[in-house]
């Protein structure tokens, strides 16, 4: 009883209890989602974060869901939007049953921002911050982002000056790029603050809440500011410059005269174009008084994802329609990039390149269907942008959009943008469409059989994702086990990956990899070839083959299980014509689904080379060269005689 007298107290009832559980569960995971790629727990979260994502999202539309049907009403703003986003969902879903990678582009292994998973998260995320935010939350959004931004600059200017200095192996583990954006955004918003404090104290009415928030906006300012130049990721710089352009361009649109603000603006502006083009000699300068390791910006691939973007899209022509589905990029990446010695580990980064990818992936109806949702949901925004509470927020929104530019659009980078755009979007539009259950019995069981649906469909959605994390977890570490050198644990890991998640046909194609790995390790170890030793290894090879064929029944369009399956024939030999018939006709079919993988043509190539068919090996390896232009198989070419 005490405890619902608390409640009642606070303006929570029965009725809408789910709704403030809703609310809070939001504003916690927008809270935590930077830390999930603070220094020292990336590595922890690697796999986790999509996850994590999902539970968690989950758990707030259950919330909401329930909140709707206690109230028996629902009020969707913005509806528009919300059904241009269903059909990207839906075109998104398509092309990824279409794919030849399908896991991949369904799940991503739960670590991808591109993967349909995580479309489905950004669009939760956008749902729910237009259903729950109100304009009486945005107190709470600004009193909790600088406190966000002030832990993120705090544990960056640890590992920054942590003794002894690790800064490369800590810092550059793939976070840094949601890192440096979290400094800027941080960094912008105490801008805004600072120069509309005016208007934070029309909202704000507790003198002791604007004055934290206040102290804390400029200790973030000086921070980040200290941060981005020490860390010399100069292209940010150039980034905020752009969006103040576009916030004086809109002001002189309006024909709106130059003011005290403006000024402001144009003084800052020209600071950070300095800071552009200096920020290297003074980042080497504060390096140098603080005894720090010159940190430079890591983004060396934007050229060279572009051109492998150009090479993609021409290959993908024939599915420019739905795309080769969600997360396949990788495989191009894989295929195209140059083999550099002094760059072994060449990294994707899409960069400006995020539209070409998006167009390559999910194909031209997905592509223009995202544009308009962007484009209409801008200009919205552009309309409502002299309200106060959207002048406070808008350019967070523009920046995490427009930092796609120059960085990959990260899981959190996007879950931050589609709740920023969701939540500009539910404080400045007004007009929704209102929806309620009606009163007669009919009515009332037909809700209620639609909406236990909808939560036990989200039920097994969360029960599923659980199932394909704990595989994936599984999964991971079999390839680490392998790596150790531990081939039992590394297939007994990849068993119960199998056992949890029976349809991915990934696990079955590395475990039939693993099984060929151990029986020519155990080949290699046996003493004698008594009937007990060679029953032992036609049952070895037959799990093998077995567990490739499953995988080919399971996703039949995936090249690598064909090219798998041919190289555990191989091992058998080449002197049997049955063999090597099996051999030549899976490398062939991996080629007929992937005509532009240079492996595949090598190892087929490879194999005419060891019957002794120099003429036919050495056309199909000159294809391979041609494709790849690797030094390597070139090596290989001039051997042939």
Not at 40 to 62: D, E, P, Q, W
Not at 319 to 344: A, D, H, I, M, V
Not at 388 to 395: D, G, T
């Amino acid at each position: 009883m005490k405890a619902l007298k608390i409640l009642k107290i606070q303006g929570i009832s029965y009725q809408n209890v789910f709704y403030f559980l809703a609310k809070y569960l939001l504003i916690l995971t927008i809270f935590i989602l930077p830390f999930f790629f603070l220094t020292n727990t990336s590595n922890f979260v690697l796999i986790n974060k999509t996850f994590l994502l999902a539970i968690l999202l989950g758990l707030i539309f259950l919330s909401t869901l329930n909140n709707i049907l206690i109230n028996k009403e629902i009020k969707i703003k913005a509806w528009i939007f919300i059904l241009i986003f269903l059909l990207f969902l839906i075109l998104t879903l398509t092309s990824s049953f279409l794919s030849q990678a399908k896991y991949y582009s369904l799940y991503g292994l739960l670590s991808s921002s591109h993967s349909f998973l995580a479309y489905i998260l950004y669009f939760l995320t956008f749902l729910i911050s237009i259903y729950l935010l109100q304009k009486e939350d945005i107190k709470i959004l600004l009193f909790i982002f600088p406190v966000i931004f002030f832990i993120s600059n705090i544990f960056t200017l640890f590992v920054i000056f942590q003794k002894p200095l690790t800064i490369v192996g800590i810092f550059f583990i793939g976070s840094i790029s949601d890192l440096v954006i979290f400094i800027s955004l941080g960094l912008f918003f105490s801008l805004l603050i600072l120069l509309n404090l005016k208007s934070l104290h029309e909202i704000i009415e507790n003198k002791k809440l604007f004055y934290f928030i206040t102290v804390l906006s400029i200790i973030n300012l000086l921070i980040s500011m200290f941060l981005m130049t020490i860390i010399n990721f100069n292209q940010i710089w150039l980034l905020l410059s752009l969006i103040i352009l576009a916030l004086l361009a809109y002001k002189h649109f309006h024909f709106k005269p130059l003011d005290k603000e403006s000024f402001y603006w144009l003084t800052i502006l020209t600071i950070f174009i300095i800071l552009y083009f200096f920020s290297s000699y003074l980042s080497i300068f504060l390096n140098n008084i603080f005894k720090t390791q010159p940190i430079l910006e890591s983004r060396p691939n934007l050229n060279v994802t572009l051109q492998i973007t150009f090479r993609s899209l021409n290959e993908s022509i024939k599915n420019l329609l739905l795309g080769t589905g969600p997360n396949t990029f990788l495989y191009n990446w894989l295929k195209y990039k140059p083999q550099l010695p002094y760059q072994p580990l060449l990294r994707f980064e899409q960069g400006y390149n995020f539209l070409f990818t998006l167009l390559c992936e999910t194909g031209f109806l997905t592509f223009i269907t995202f544009l308009f949702f962007l484009l209409y949901l801008l200009l919205l925004n552009i309309q409502n942008i002299n309200l106060i509470e959207v002048k406070l927020f808008y350019p967070l929104g523009l920046i995490l959009a427009l930092s796609t530019l120059y960085y990959p659009l990260g899981l959190v980078n996007g879950i931050y943008m589609f709740f920023l755009l969701g939540m500009i979007t539910s404080i400045s539009k007004e007009d929704s469409l209102k929806l309620e259950i009606d009163k007669n019995k009919f009515t009332k069981i037909t809700s209620f059989i639609i909406w236990v649906l909808l939560i036990v469909t989200i039920i097994y959605f969360l029960y599923s994702i659980s199932l394909k994390y704990i595989a994936n977890v599984y999964y991971a570490k079999g390839i680490l086990s392998f790596q150790n050198n531990n081939l039992d644990l590394a297939i007994n890991n990849l068993v119960i990956s199998i056992t949890i998640d029976p349809t991915t046909d990934l696990y079955y194609r590395d475990l039939s990899f693993l099984m060929m790995q151990k029986l020519n390790q155990s080949i290699q170890n046996l003493a004698t070839t008594s009937p007990q030793t060679q029953q032992f290894i036609l049952n070895s090879l037959s799990n093998a083959i077995n567990s490739a064929n499953t995988a080919i029944l399971l996703n039949p369009k995936e090249p690598l299980n064909y090219s798998n399956l041919a190289s555990i024939y191989q091992n058998l030999g080449l002197n049997n014509q049955q063999v090597l018939t099996l051999v030549v006709d899976n490398y062939k079919k991996a080629i007929e689904l992937d005509p532009t993988n240079h492996t595949h043509y090598l190892n087929l190539g490879l194999v005419y080379l060891n019957i002794g068919n120099k003429n036919l090996a050495k056309q199909i390896i000159q294809t391979a060269y041609n494709l790849s232009l690797d030094p390597q198989i070139l090596d290989i070419l001039q051997t042939i005689k």
